[in-house]
């Protein structure tokens, strides 16, 4: 590990190694905070016991951002400018308010104004952009957006014979959480939401109830940090939920790579412990530990000055202290991959076309299609039969009048009792001419049977055809080269 940091550290002085940093991508979870939603027989879940609101960034995990930002300043002071560059530097956060919170924390750290860009002589602050999206429509950092592969993905790992029979192992416990809590407690991520609320109660050196010593923190741990894999358990499940970002970020690398004029020189994501260990885990590197409050996933493209040669080297720092973080050693690749290998290691993930591959409901879809164009096609048929004698009519009619017409447009409005209103009625038939448009409409017909007057809006079908005919047409068999290429009902 001390020859891993030696090298680490010798990478970063760019003046006396041949390997410098060229893009930084950090993804980091937001900082301490209060529960976010305390169980029924929780002695502290009265909210005013707390410094903030439920789920809120405390001014301990504001602190905690801070000195994160200034750490990432000193550490990235090589390729990023003490000014900011909105053209280089690209934040994003979860649309969550402890995520957005942390992002602007962590950016006062990063960036104080400076030169021209003081504004307020009183104020060592300014205001830097960051992006977000709702989190039912971001698949790259909240990964919360609908995917109906992946759900059925999920469901499929959760009712696997393997998943029950570890979450089995765990039934005792749930028994005793849920008798304790008064909640119901019935898999891994229930473990950790009671786990994580002790967790924060303890921290804040709040007494604990007595039937949380036999199982906080020792027994609790494990399965609570388990629901950490969960999301990513599957390589489908993986490439669905951690691939749109680990893309976005490979694709920033090769943008550098090809100096592209517009390429960014650091992404920034700010996040939360299911960002962190989904990223991880779909890499392979998770180590089964919680994602502690600020730790951070660094994923850094290194370009050797004599060779040219580039690699991705990925970093974690899961603790609160400001210390170096660990380098990481990509299975099958080491502490410095080639980048064309690292892409290949990783094809699952980064090839992922999201809005495609979640389309699962394509085949639902394309049995409705399917079953909507039948329903149209026997629509169709049914009016040609219902009406095919008018139309034999129309046809007769045109045949007759002008062998060398090619195209005519008819329209004829029909009423239901076909049999009586058109042919015992007489209805007034369109007239056809030459190269025109005949579309008078047929008198009202009278019903014999009982001798009210039908009104077209009311009850009659008005039918506006296209007839496309060859000029050859046999008079005697035209009744099968009719071909009706456009009509529309009012
Ligand atoms: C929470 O604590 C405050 C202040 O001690 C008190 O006024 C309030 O009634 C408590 N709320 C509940 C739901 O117990
Ligand atoms: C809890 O107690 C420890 C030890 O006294 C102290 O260092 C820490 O700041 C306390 N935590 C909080 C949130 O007050
Ligand atoms: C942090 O990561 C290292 C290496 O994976 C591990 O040994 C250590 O236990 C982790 N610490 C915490 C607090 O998770
Ligand atoms: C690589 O970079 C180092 C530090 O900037 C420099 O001393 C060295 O001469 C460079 N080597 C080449 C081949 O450019």
């Known amino acids: 590990m001390y020859l891993s940091l030696g090298v680490f550290l010798c990478l970063l002085c760019q003046s006396f190694g041949e390997v410098s940093i060229k893009y930084a991508a950090i993804i980091y979870r937001h900082g301490d905070r209060t529960p976010i939603d305390p169980y029924p027989t929780d002695p502290w879940r009265n909210e005013s ?107 499929n790992f959760i009712n696997s014979r393997a998943y029950e029979d570890h979450l089995s192992k765990y039934e005792g416990l749930m028994d005793y959480l849920t008798q304790h809590t008064l909640r119901k407690i019935k898999d891994f991520e229930d473990i950790n939401d009671i786990y994580n609320i002790l967790f924060i109660e303890d921290l804040y050196n709040l007494t604990l109830p007595k039937w949380t010593h036999s199982v906080f923190p020792d027994k609790l741990k494990e399965p609570a940090c388990y629901s950490f894999s969960i999301a990513t358990a599957t390589p489908l499940m993986a490439r669905l939920l951690a691939g749109p970002l680990l893309k976005t970020i490979v694709n920033n690398m090769l943008n550098k790579m090809s100096e592209q004029p517009d390429a960014l020189t650091m992404s920034i994501y700010s996040g939360h412990d299911f960002t962190i260990a989904n990223i991880l885990s779909a890499l392979g590197l998770f180590d089964g530990n919680c994602p502690s409050y600020t730790s951070t996933i660094i994923l850094e493209l290194l370009n050797d000055n004599s060779t040219h040669d580039y690699y991705v080297r990925i970093s974690y720092r899961n603790t609160t202290d400001i210390v170096e973080p660990l380098i990481l050693n990509i299975p099958n690749c080491g502490e410095m991959c080639p980048i064309q290998r690292f892409i290949q290691i990783y094809d699952n993930l980064i090839s992922v076309d999201w809005e495609s591959d979640c389309l699962v409901q394509n085949n639902n879809n394309l049995i409705i299609y399917f079953f909507i164009t039948i329903h149209i096609f026997i629509f169709i048929l049914y009016l040609q039969d219902n009406y095919s004698d008018v139309f034999k009519q129309e046809k007769r009619n045109e045949l007759l ?90």
């Open 49 to 155: 016991l707390w410094p903030v609101r439920f789920g809120q960034l405390t001014n301990i995990g504001k602190r905690q951002h801070y000195a994160l930002g200034q750490w990432f300043r000193k550490r990235y002071s090589n390729i990023i400018t003490d000014k900011y560059d909105s053209k280089k530097v690209y934040v994003r956060s979860t649309n969550v308010d402890r995520t957005l919170m942390s992002a602007e924390v962590n950016l006062a750290g990063m960036y104080p104004p400076t030169g021209k860009e003081v504004w307020n002589d009183h104020l060592n602050w300014q205001p830097i952009p960051i992006h977000t999206r709702p989190e039912h429509d971001d698949e790259v950092l909240a990964m919360k957006r609908k995917c109906a592969q992946y759900d059925i993905a999920k469901n």
């Open 401 to 490: 009048r002008n062998r060398r017409i090619a195209t005519d447009e008819t329209k004829t409005c029909l009423c239901p009792d076909l049999e009586h209103n058109v042919d015992a009625n007489n209805v007034e038939k369109p007239q056809l001419s030459e190269n025109t448009v005949s579309t008078s409409p047929p008198r009202v017909p009278s019903n014999p049977r009982n001798g009210t007057q039908l009104t077209q809006q009311q009850n009659c079908l008005c039918v506006k055809f296209l007839v496309f005919r060859s000029k050859l047409a046999d008079p005697a068999h035209d009744h099968n080269r009719l071909n009706i290429v456009q009509f529309t009902t009012e």
